[in-house]
Protein backbone atom coordinates (compact mmCIF):
# COMPACT_ATOMS: atom_id res chain seq x y z
CA UNK A 1 0.00 0.00 0.00
CA UNK A 2 1.23 3.78 -0.43
CA UNK A 3 1.28 6.26 2.00
CA UNK A 4 -1.49 7.90 0.34
CA UNK A 5 -3.92 4.66 0.96
CA UNK A 6 -2.60 4.11 4.47
CA UNK A 7 -3.44 7.52 5.61
CA UNK A 8 -7.34 6.98 4.33
CA UNK A 9 -7.58 4.13 6.57
CA UNK A 10 -10.21 5.49 9.53
CA UNK A 11 -8.74 3.90 12.75
CA UNK A 12 -10.63 5.70 15.04
CA UNK A 13 -13.59 4.40 16.98
CA UNK A 14 -16.53 5.00 18.57
CA UNK A 15 -17.05 5.09 21.48
CA UNK A 16 -13.65 5.57 23.67
CA UNK A 17 -14.06 3.06 26.33
CA UNK A 18 -10.55 3.47 28.69
CA UNK A 19 -9.77 1.46 31.52
CA UNK A 20 -11.20 3.31 34.18
CA UNK A 21 -14.86 2.80 33.07
CA UNK A 22 -14.08 -1.02 32.77
CA UNK A 23 -15.52 -3.29 35.92
CA UNK A 24 -15.32 -6.61 36.32
CA UNK A 25 -18.64 -8.06 38.07
CA UNK A 26 -17.94 -11.26 39.57
CA UNK A 27 -18.62 -14.18 38.11
CA UNK A 28 -20.49 -17.91 39.31
CA UNK A 29 -20.19 -20.93 39.15
CA UNK A 30 -22.45 -23.95 39.05
CA UNK A 31 -22.20 -27.51 38.98
CA UNK A 32 -24.78 -28.85 36.50
CA UNK A 33 -26.40 -32.17 38.67
CA UNK A 34 -28.24 -33.21 35.73
CA UNK A 35 -25.17 -33.10 33.45
CA UNK A 36 -25.37 -36.33 32.12
CA UNK A 37 -29.26 -36.70 31.56
CA UNK A 38 -30.57 -37.43 28.31
CA UNK A 39 -32.32 -33.77 27.92
CA UNK A 40 -29.43 -31.43 29.54
CA UNK A 41 -27.66 -33.56 26.93
CA UNK A 42 -30.55 -32.94 23.90
CA UNK A 43 -30.35 -29.34 24.96
CA UNK A 44 -26.97 -28.76 24.70
CA UNK A 45 -25.43 -31.27 22.03
CA UNK A 46 -22.49 -29.45 21.22
CA UNK A 47 -21.23 -29.52 24.70
CA UNK A 48 -20.58 -33.33 22.95
CA UNK A 49 -20.61 -34.72 27.21
CA UNK A 50 -19.57 -38.48 27.37
CA UNK A 51 -20.21 -40.52 30.34
CA UNK A 52 -18.92 -39.62 33.36
CA UNK A 53 -17.82 -35.98 32.46
CA UNK A 54 -18.74 -33.26 34.81
CA UNK A 55 -20.31 -30.50 33.66
CA UNK A 56 -20.50 -26.51 35.17
CA UNK A 57 -21.73 -23.55 33.85
CA UNK A 58 -19.96 -19.87 34.71
CA UNK A 59 -22.38 -16.79 34.19
CA UNK A 60 -20.89 -14.14 32.90
CA UNK A 61 -23.05 -10.73 33.83
CA UNK A 62 -20.25 -8.74 32.31
CA UNK A 63 -20.76 -7.53 28.51
CA UNK A 64 -17.55 -8.81 27.89
CA UNK A 65 -15.58 -11.57 27.93
CA UNK A 66 -13.79 -12.46 30.63
CA UNK A 67 -10.50 -15.05 30.93
CA UNK A 68 -11.09 -17.97 33.90
CA UNK A 69 -8.60 -20.72 34.97
CA UNK A 70 -9.93 -23.43 36.59
CA UNK A 71 -8.35 -25.68 39.33
CA UNK A 72 -9.98 -29.42 40.79
CA UNK A 73 -7.37 -31.37 42.35
CA UNK A 74 -4.99 -32.52 39.96
CA UNK A 75 -7.14 -31.32 36.90
CA UNK A 76 -7.19 -27.65 35.61
CA UNK A 77 -7.30 -25.36 32.51
CA UNK A 78 -8.60 -22.20 31.57
CA UNK A 79 -11.60 -20.99 29.44
CA UNK A 80 -13.00 -18.02 28.70
CA UNK A 81 -16.44 -16.78 30.19
CA UNK A 82 -18.81 -15.04 27.43
CA UNK A 83 -21.47 -12.87 28.44
CA UNK A 84 -24.22 -14.79 30.19
CA UNK A 85 -23.27 -18.24 30.23
CA UNK A 86 -20.08 -20.56 29.17
CA UNK A 87 -20.12 -24.54 30.10
CA UNK A 88 -17.59 -26.68 30.38
CA UNK A 89 -16.29 -30.37 30.92
CA UNK A 90 -14.44 -31.99 33.48
CA UNK A 91 -13.60 -35.66 33.87
CA UNK A 92 -13.05 -36.19 37.67
CA UNK A 93 -15.55 -35.27 40.82
CA UNK A 94 -14.50 -32.81 43.49
CA UNK A 95 -14.31 -29.18 44.32
CA UNK A 96 -13.66 -26.65 41.78
CA UNK A 97 -12.33 -23.50 41.78
CA UNK A 98 -12.31 -20.76 39.29
CA UNK A 99 -10.10 -17.75 39.18
CA UNK A 100 -10.34 -14.20 37.11
CA UNK A 101 -8.82 -10.69 37.26
CA UNK A 102 -10.93 -7.59 38.28
CA UNK A 103 -10.20 -4.36 36.67
CA UNK A 104 -7.01 -3.60 38.50
CA UNK A 105 -5.57 -7.31 37.83
CA UNK A 106 -6.86 -8.05 41.36
CA UNK A 107 -7.34 -12.37 41.13
CA UNK A 108 -10.58 -13.05 42.37
CA UNK A 109 -12.05 -16.60 42.91
CA UNK A 110 -15.42 -18.28 43.62
CA UNK A 111 -15.16 -22.39 44.83
CA UNK A 112 -17.78 -24.66 44.42
CA UNK A 113 -18.05 -28.49 45.16
CA UNK A 114 -19.18 -31.00 42.61
CA UNK A 115 -20.55 -34.80 42.25
Known amino acids: MTQAELDEIVTETSPDVYDAELVVQNLNLTYIQDGQSDAFKA ?10 DRVWRVTNSNNFAVYVEYVKGTESGELVANPSQTF ?9 IIKWQDENGVWKQTVKAGA
Not at 43 to 52: E, F, S, T
Not at 88 to 96: A, K, V, W
Open 88 to 96: YLTETSGTM
Open 43 to 52: AHPDLGIQDG
